[in-house]
């Protein structure tokens, strides 16, 4: 999070402090200065992803391929100026931020909320005013970025931390990124990616000594500058009366700036008056009001201090305490060898979500672009929560005896205030023989093994008995499969329609490069495939858990969205479904994809009829309904034709989520058995082989 407004009083009040700098000069002086060191940038990744996701369409999903290029650019232009980069991501949240994590999950909430009512009523997509990234945009950002062959960490503790310590320790030539906790930290130069020109590589360099003398503090007060400002450890709603306190005393007090400017300069004062030491620090936390913990302005100083580093205001051993507390907690898993594993895998961004279950028993999951107030779809995280229940016993191995420990999960969606995680309880999959153990699905070699990786990777989506048909088809396609079939088993409101869209976007997605995806444009947008797009990527983030969990039975190249998936390509074969477009007309005239699209229909319906759920038609839509309302059509065909006509007997037509949910329960979450789809839908048998 950083200090609040501490960037923008840079900018405004000290702007000395911002300096333009040319980043290949940099580099070069670096060379000359350190002839066997090359230059390095580390990236604090998760403050840029913004600033990457440049394509013109962001509201339907993402347009992976177009935003795979824009990385690829990015790093080219570093490279031919000599620069290597490493990436940093966020691998974890910090019980300190836990409650910083809830409240911009909240405030996410009501601006897709805001979002979604734009779009139902203009059917476009808003202005970049309204920008929201893609759902799981920072996820698949690092997987890309590793296929681009780029260096790239996932963090065992807070990112900034960990990316300004890298700084230091490898002399790198600066931080790029957007926090101003680079401007606490003692490390390298901290360059601002808000202001890169990366056609020239300029941009502008943040200095700590400038904004030092500004304040009238030295490096040394940086730490508790940051804390008596509001952190991450130290609430700001403890510190009110302080700032207050501080501005009637201040030779401030009367300046032109904002309030907080003002509050900025006053403790900057009161902090250059007292002695730099850890007795002035105790004072001070006698005066604050810090409750119960009086420790929270030493563990806050102690925060920003690197390795190797100290400080006059926190005694050397209360530093090392607090590092040797981080480092003895003891982990859900007890087989050293597999933590290892799933450790380095963690920090190599090789797997998805493991070490965290792991480790602590814990994990969550941001904002999805979901229409709340569309009841016919559940959220992503109800959807996915009975095959993660798989992935859970899994990797807590719940089948071997004993009491198997229940995973916290911190998910949003609609009706959870997230005021506690959802204690949710490891369901094994249901797999003749039982479950493999991790040392088998990880470490064992041999046909029999990896086949034994395959079929406990589908049993977590409940399609176990279609192994062979799925593994006939290129790996991309049979996982895509995997989640569709799920899908459609899970959400019963999910028409032929909709499977026909899915089917004709994978298929036509092939052969089309970012350039081509670039040019297609859409007259409108519609806001169920705006959801259902969200829905879908999410899942590709459960396959790439499931596909850790199980040993890594696909690569994970071929379960990411860029081989399956594209925001724009989807509402068009959506629109065009829901409006009765022909079989020859989805797929683009492509006679080679007709047999494709019909096998692949073919096979997940006959995997949903095997657990009685039969895909029916329902074309939904405005283009619907224009045609309805045409002369010629009665009120009553309206009716037979028009499932939005219908809500008087919708729970005729859609059983209600939560009551499949306890199905799911009672039922050991093998799939409920209710089909879907209004009385007059026409019902889809697979057609011959």
Known sequence: MGVRGLQG?????????????????????????????????????????????????????GQWREYLAVL??????????????????????????RDEWIKRRMKNTQEIARLFQFIKSYRIQPGREMFVLPSALPTFTRYALKSLGQKTVCTLQEADFEVAAYGLQHKCIGILGQDSDYLIYDTCPYFSIENLRLDRLVTVMYSREVLCRVLGISLTHLPLFACLLGNDIVPESMLERF????????????????????????????????????????????ILPLGSDKTLLCRGVSSYLLPGQQSPWVPHNETICQMLSLQQQSPLCQDKEIFQLAKEQHIQSENYSIFNILSHGEIECSNSLEDDSDREIPGQALIYRPARQHIYSILLESGKGGTCPSVKEWFVYSGNPLKQPDLIQPVQPSLTGGTPSLKTLWLAKGPDVEKQRYSTFLACFHIQDEMEELQALEAPVAGFCCLLAYLMMQVSSLSLEDLNAFLALVLCLKGKSAAQLTGL??????????????????????????????????????????????????????????????MEELLEGNESLYTPFQNLKSLICKICMAKNRTIQSRPRGNILAELLSAPGFSEEEQRDFNPRLQQPHRSHVVSPYHNQMREFTQRHLQSQGR???????????????
Request: charged fraction near 25%.
């Open 521 to 582: 444009q859409l007259a409108q947008v519609d806001s169920r495939a705006v959801h259902l797009g969200a829905v879908l990527i999410r899942g590709l983030t459960t396959l790439l858990m499931a596909n850790s969990a199980c040993g890594f039975p696909f690569r994970m190249d071929d379960l990411m969205p860029w081989a399956v998936f594209d925001g724009k390509l989807f509402q068009e074969k959506y629109q065009k479904a829901h409006r009765g477009c022909s």
């Open 72 to 97: 690829e650019d990015f790093i080219n232009a570093f490279m031919a100026a000599g620069i290597k980069l490493v990436f940093y991501f966020d691998g974890v949240v910090e019980e300190k931020k």
């Open 243 to 286: 700032w207050d306190k501080c501005l009637i005393k201040s030779r401030h007090r009367n300046c032109s700036y904002s309030r907080r400017a003002d509050i900025l300069l006053s403790v900057a004062d009161y902090i250059s008056k007292i002695p730099c030491s850890y007795s002035s620090l105790k004072k001070l936390e006698e």
């Open 675 to 689: 089909g879907s789809g209004h009385p007059h839908g026409r019902r889809y048998h697979s057609p011959p082989q």
């Open 9 to 61: 009083f840079v900018a405004r009040v000290c702007p000395h402090a911002c300096q333009t700098v040319d980043l290949r000069q940099m580099a070069e002086k670096h060379r000359t200065d350190h002839p066997d060191c090359p230059p390095v940038i580390v990236v604090d990744a998760m403050s840029c992803v913004r600033r990457w996701y440049t394509p013109e369409s962001w509201v339907c999903g």
